[in-house]
């Protein structure tokens, strides 16, 4: 069978089409890299400057816009430190066939064409599929059996091999008593990404059924393999994600503000990515920014954001507006001013999706911005 490989813009890595076993697959083109957006361009909020001072961060009480860039040095905090207490790291996996809400997954063969009937979705053709998660978990060395810790979860976790940036800067933070000593839990999707995939299943959908699934399916399971007792306090708890995974972390704190107050994202995807379509959100995540922070009574949410100049613009065929993320970001944190929320969004110079080299000086700072007001234990 032969099919003519395709180029989609897109935050997804799209495979090319399957060729008999001898002939050798086409090299996929380059994706076309994203323009650099001024930081004045239009929409862009007023920043404060810092930009040009390679290490320099927002100060950790300060809410606002802020720009930094474009070079960056990794925080010392990303370093192990000699004499510095290292907590435990464990992985445990968890099968499709033994979940509830998401069984089985859903997977694509090839991208969505635009519904004839609504610009604003796709129409995409699905499979079941088995998956295997990986759940890694973080304890720290200063965690008292039996006490009900704070944690935060993190999207996209390694599958396989552990990555130890998170544990190292969490290491160094709480004993520095930047933050409390709380345990990390870095869970990995069900594959794939976006529209017909199951990540994207899970991610982007617009409702609190992410959320549920690792209250009731992910944390008693934690609570069991790690010997651990979780808070049920939503002050103490934190959810953290980039692209897709930011936008649900934002969702978990959004739909279940009894469970979560706290929000860490980077390339946040708050575009229009749902699917399938739901009326009562059109625009997918889009309507964060669109109609339901502008419209509803503020919630409880404590939210960090960054975004790279480069990062991710209008990567699919739908063309609806929708798909800047640069703006999404930039839309998201004027209406958090405008509504007073406690928000700090950074805008990183030379950095694309995911915002690059920025992550690795920012991150330790971000997550003590985000924990202000918990209290830390002298």
């Known amino acids: 069978m032969n099919l003519r490989p395709f180029l989609v813009l897109s935050l997804v890595a799209l495979s090319l089409p399957a060729f008999t076993a001898d002939k050798q697959k086409e090299k996929k083109p380059d994706r076309p890299q994203p323009p650099s957006r001024p930081l004045d361009g239009p929409g862009a909020p007023k920043f404060t400057r810092l930009d040009g001072k390679p290490g320099v961060n927002p100060p950790v009480d300060a809410e606002g816009d802020f720009v930094i860039g474009p070079d960056y040095v990794a925080a010392p905090e990303t370093k192990v430190v000699e004499g510095v207490p290292q907590g435990k790291v464990q992985q ?11 069984n089985p997954g859903i997977a694509r063969d090839v991208f969505g064409t635009v519904d004839p009937n609504n610009p604003k979705t796709l129409v995409v053709e699905t499979h079941p599929i088995d998956y295997t998660r990986h759940v890694t978990v973080y304890v720290p060395a200063q965690y008292v059996t039996g006490t009900a810790a704070p944690f935060i979860v993190g999207h996209d976790g ?3 091999k552990p990555d130890m940036t998170l544990p190292r800067i969490l290491d160094n933070l709480i004993a520095q008593k930047r933050v409390p000593a709380m345990i990390a839990i870095m869970i990995s999707s069900g594959g794939g990404d976006a529209q017909g995939h199951e990540r994207g299943r899970e991610y982007d959908t617009m409702s609190g059924l992410y959320a549920e699934f690792i209250e009731n399916e992910v944390l008693p399971l934690v609570e069991k393999n790690a010997g651990v007792k979780l808070t049920k306090d939503p002050e103490g708890r934190a959810t953290m994600g980039s692209s897709s995974g930011g936008s649900a972390a934002l969702a978990m704190a959004w739909y279940r503000t009894d469970l979560y107050h706290r929000v860490l994202t980077t390339s946040g995807t708050f575009v229009n990515q749902q699917w399938p379509f739901n009326p009562e959100t059109p625009g997918g995540a889009w309507d964060f920014h669109d109609k339901l922070v502008p419209e509803s009574p503020v919630k409880p949410i404590r939210i960090w954001m960054a975004v790279g100049d480069r990062d991710l613009l209008n990567p699919n065929v739908m063309r609806d507006g929708m798909h800047d993320w640069v703006d999404a970001n930039h839309r998201m944190a004027k209406v958090l001013k405008a509504k007073d929320y406690h928000y700090q969004y950074v805008y990183c110079l030379n950095a694309g999706h995911g ?13 003590e911005w985000l924990w202000q007001g918990y209290a830390v234990v002298k």
């Open 355 to 367: 915002i690059g080299n920025a992550k690795a000086q920012l991150l330790p700072q971000a997550l």
């Open 92 to 102: 445990f996996t968890m099968e499709s066939k033994d979940c509830k809400l998401f």
């Open 158 to 160: 390694p599958r396989g």
